[in-house]
């Protein structure tokens, strides 16, 4: 069970994958909400039950009914990869069902340490993948993430191809927002990066982003240039993910598009302000050296938070210390 947010969802699938190959004759059920339920299409012996939070699954007797729905799936065991309320609640009408159950640790106490302002432990914590292959280990399922299996490349529809154009060059993802401010690179410098790239013309850049302010402004990114193509609001979530799979690199914040490019297989340049890799959220299979982080030099705070949700005074300016030209180098070194 893992119902939000996008891009812990998608942290899931890279480890489901690996479960599955690893152990073919167990059947898994996946609950979260209807949204996600394309990321795990195609993968075997996996059932995606579709958690219905405005009707059926709304408040506490929503639950009792969900855990009523997923009896009747005759499920042995457990796995919370969430620990939130409505997660905890579910487990425990398992566990007196007399059925196994684990929690994902989230390991809280270790992130305090990391964000705090005074006496900051600084160090890598565990990644959520490997909190995650710990719950299941906790089931009796041991799991190996160091030969990950990615799904192929989708076939790209004519919808899409009327977008971007047929093409033969290299395919080159921008998704400059995140959920709070403190992980948006600024934008004069984003517009720096993407003119920097476009300057090439075997590249293809293709923008991702959601919501009608969005949308405008990756406009306005992309009209001076022959090269450069806004996706936003042009194509269906389903569709995204298919484009995304055939991309030969992505730059994104710390957020769930980065998180579903490297579920797909795709690398992965990661920009991060107030938030950091070592928090355990570097997406999947991405080497550090592709995270290009804010000078703690100049902003020995930093990370200041795990979800980028808090405000420190005199940071706001922190994402300028990654330059434009270390993205482009970073994109070209790794394509």
Not at 211 to 216: A, L, N, P, V, Y
Not at 326 to 335: I, R
């Given at each position: 069970m893992?119902?939000?947010?996008?891009g812990?969802v998608?942290?899931?699938?890279?480890?489901?994958?690996?479960?599955?190959?690893?152990?073919?004759?167990?059947?898994l059920?996946?609950i979260?909400?209807?949204?996600?339920?394309?990321?795990f299409?195609?993968?075997?012996?996996?059932?995606?039950?579709?958690?219905?939070?405005?009707?059926?699954?709304?408040?506490?007797?929503?639950?009792?009914?969900?855990?009523k729905?997923?009896?009747?799936?005759?499920?042995?065991a457990?796995?919370?990869?969430?620990?939130?309320l409505?997660?905890?609640?579910?487990?425990?009408?398992?566990?007196?069902?007399?059925?196994?159950?684990?929690?994902?640790?989230?390991?809280?106490?270790?992130?305090?340490?990391?964000?705090?302002?005074?006496?900051?432990?600084?160090?890598?914590?565990?990644?959520?993948?490997?909190?995650?292959?710990?719950v299941?280990?906790?089931?009796?399922?041991?799991?190996?993430?160091?030969?990950?299996?990615?799904?192929?490349?989708?076939?790209?529809?004519?919808?899409?191809l009327?977008?971007?154009?047929?093409?033969?060059?290299?395919?080159?993802?921008?998704?400059?927002?995140?959920?709070?401010?403190?992980?948006?690179?600024?934008?004069?410098?984003?517009?720096?990066?993407?003119?920097?790239?476009?300057?090439?013309?075997?590249?293809?850049?293709?923008l991702?982003?959601g919501?009608?302010?969005?949308?405008?402004i990756?406009?306005?990114?992309?009209?001076?240039?022959?090269?450069?193509?806004?996706?936003?609001?042009k194509?269906?979530?389903?569709?995204?993910?298919?484009?995304?799979?055939?991309?030969?690199?992505?730059?994104?914040?710390?957020?769930?598009?980065?998180?579903?490019?490297?579920?797909?297989?795709?690398?992965?340049?990661?920009?991060?302000g107030?938030t950091?890799?070592?928090?355990?959220?570097?997406?999947?299979?991405?080497?550090?050296?592709?995270?290009?982080?804010?000078?703690?030099?100049?902003?020995?705070?930093?990370p200041?938070?795990?979800?980028?949700?808090?405000?420190?005074?005199?940071?706001?300016?922190?994402?300028?210390?990654?330059?434009?030209q270390?993205?482009?180098?970073?994109?070209?070194?790794?394509?």
């Open positions: 893992r119902l939000s947010a996008m812990d998608a942290m899931t699938v890279p480890v489901l994958r690996a479960f599955v190959k690893q152990y073919p004759t167990v059947k059920t996946v979260s909400r209807p949204f996600f339920k394309p990321f299409d195609g993968i075997p012996n996996l059932e995606f039950f579709a958690f219905d939070e405005k009707e059926r699954h709304k408040g506490f007797p929503g639950l009792l009914r969900l855990f729905d997923l009896k009747k799936l005759n499920i042995d457990f796995a919370d990869l969430h620990n939130v409505r997660s905890k609640v579910v487990s425990l009408l398992f566990a007196l069902s007399g059925k196994k159950r684990a929690t994902v640790d989230k390991g809280r106490d270790g992130k305090k340490e990391l964000t705090r302002s005074e006496n900051k432990i600084f160090k890598q914590l565990p990644t959520m993948f490997e909190r995650h292959t710990k299941f280990l906790e089931l009796g399922f041991q799991l190996n993430l160091s030969n990950p299996v990615f799904p192929e490349k989708a076939v790209l529809s004519s919808d899409i009327e977008i971007i154009g047929n093409y033969n060059s290299k395919l080159i993802g921008i998704a400059p927002f995140a959920q709070y401010d403190s992980k948006v690179y600024p934008l004069d410098l984003m517009k720096e990066v993407v003119a920097k790239l476009a300057e090439n013309p075997s590249h293809k850049i293709l991702f982003g919501g009608k302010k969005e949308i405008e990756l406009d306005t990114l992309s009209q001076p240039f022959e090269n450069v193509f806004n996706v936003a609001g194509i269906k979530f389903q569709q995204e993910l298919q484009l995304i799979s055939n991309l030969d690199i992505m730059i994104s914040m710390d957020s769930g598009n980065a998180h579903i490019a490297a579920m797909l297989g795709v690398k992965v340049v990661t920009l991060w107030a950091h890799p070592y928090a355990g959220f570097l997406p999947f299979n991405q080497k550090l050296e592709n995270a290009l982080t804010s000078d703690r030099n100049q902003y020995p705070k930093l200041t938070s795990v979800y980028g949700n808090k405000i420190v005074e005199g940071y706001q300016d922190a994402m300028r210390t990654i330059l434009p270390q993205v482009v180098d970073k994109v070209v070194e790794q394509l």
